[in-house]
């Protein structure tokens, strides 16, 4: 697969700030890429100079082929873009925004089939200034998508989303990635993150701190946990010895923290509990999530 997003070395500084410190990352064609950290990380400014908006002190960078400085008309036209915030007319009706902005493109969508993507068909006709915030986010989803985008830019989409409307929206998403489409995500739900994207970066302090798949960034943490409710008359230290590990107990939850060996002591565990009759109420493995890798990555995990 060819590249659709090149960064080398970028760098962008504002006045003695530095809001992207030296960073490179590629986008091949038809992956969901995230780019992840919390608010002052460098997500924004480092997709608002992919978007032409900014203009990059140091360093590269090359979208479908364009430095994005020079990006002209027609280069524009492959490009969808979600921004955080959006203002439009309150006095036009959805389908007017949405017809409005297709025919800025040469080959747009079907308004009512976008609309349908996004969930908004019943409100066609409502205008945009009595729709809720969350309805608002999925008109300017809509507006990202009407073009037929090679490569689409979302900048946190599903903010004002409820539960049930987000997930739907992943499913938006994978359909995108299905024909194609190019993603460029920036999310502050990890749960999403590791739903939608096939590879991620983490960002702190202008500088990528984690990058890779998210199955492969949670491997890298190792630890899993092991845990339990601690059964009446039995000791912890015996529990260490059935198991060959050690266990700490609080509030009467036995746990432990293991990197590798998880089967075999669980083998050990449930073996003793059968044979013993001893029920290990509460039982559970828990592996870490892209949430640990994260907290860990940007200096948050206390």
């Known amino acids: 697969m060819s590249n659709v997003i090149e960064?080398?070395?970028?760098?962008?500084?504002?006045g003695r700030l530095v809001a992207v410190d030296d960073i490179s990352f590629n986008v091949e064609e038809g992956e969901i890429f995230g780019l992840l950290g919390e608010n002052g990380a460098?997500?924004?400014t480092t997709i608002e100079i992919l978007?032409?908006?900014?203009?990059?002190?140091?360093?590269?960078?090359?979208?479908?082929?364009?430095?994005?400085?020079?990006?002209?008309?027609?280069?524009?036209?492959?490009?969808g873009l979600v921004l955080q915030e959006s203002e439009f007319d309150p006095l036009h009706t959805v389908g007017e925004t949405l017809g409005l902005f297709a025919s800025?493109?040469?080959n747009p969508?079907?308004?009512m089939e976008t609309l349908a993507m996004v969930g908004l068909s019943d409100k066609v006709n409502?205008?945009?200034?009595?729709?809720?915030?969350?309805?608002?986010?999925?008109?300017?989803?809509?507006?990202?998508?009407?073009?037929?985008?090679?490569?689409?830019?979302?900048?946190?989409?599903?903010?004002?989303?409820?539960?049930?409307?987000?997930?739907?929206?992943?499913t938006v998403?994978?359909?995108?990635?299905?024909?194609?489409?190019?993603?460029?995500?920036?999310?502050?739900?990890?749960?999403?993150?590791?739903?939608?994207?096939?590879?991620?970066?983490?960002?702190?302090?202008?500088?990528?701190v984690a990058e890779g798949t998210?199955?492969?960034?949670?491997?890298?943490?190792?630890?899993?946990t092991i845990r339990f409710e601690l059964p009446r008359d039995v000791e912890a230290s015996m529990l260490c010895a059935i198991a060959g590990v050690d266990f700490i107990v609080r509030d009467n939850i036995a746990s432990t923290l293991l990197g590798e060996g998880v089967p075999d002591v669980l083998l050990r565990l449930l073996t003793w509990s059968k044979s013993s009759g001893t029920e290990l109420i509460g039982l559970e493995v828990v592996r870490p999530t892209l949430n640990d890798v994260f907290l860990g990555a940007t200096g948050r995990d206390e």
């Open 7 to 14: 960064v080398c070395n970028l760098t962008k500084r504002f």
């Open 173 to 208: 998403i994978e359909g995108l990635r299905e024909t194609g489409t190019a993603i460029v995500l920036t999310t502050h739900y990890m749960e999403e993150a590791e739903r939608l994207c096939d590879r991620l970066a983490i960002m702190a302090k202008g500088q990528i």
């Open 51 to 79: 978007e032409g908006f900014q203009k990059p002190d140091r360093g590269s960078t090359s979208v479908l082929g364009i430095d994005p400085r020079h990006g002209h008309r027609h280069w524009r036209d492959r490009i």
């Open 104 to 106: 800025f493109f040469s």
């Open 109 to 111: 969508r079907d308004v």
């Open 126 to 170: 409502e205008r945009v200034g009595r729709l809720s915030g969350g309805q608002k986010r999925r008109v300017d989803v809509a507006l990202g998508i009407i073009g037929h985008p090679e490569l689409l830019f979302l900048d946190e989409p599903t903010t004002g989303f409820d539960p049930v409307a987000r997930r739907e929206f992943w």
């Open 42 to 44: 460098g997500k924004t």
């Open 214 to 224: 998210s199955s492969t960034l949670i491997s890298a943490l190792g630890a899993t």
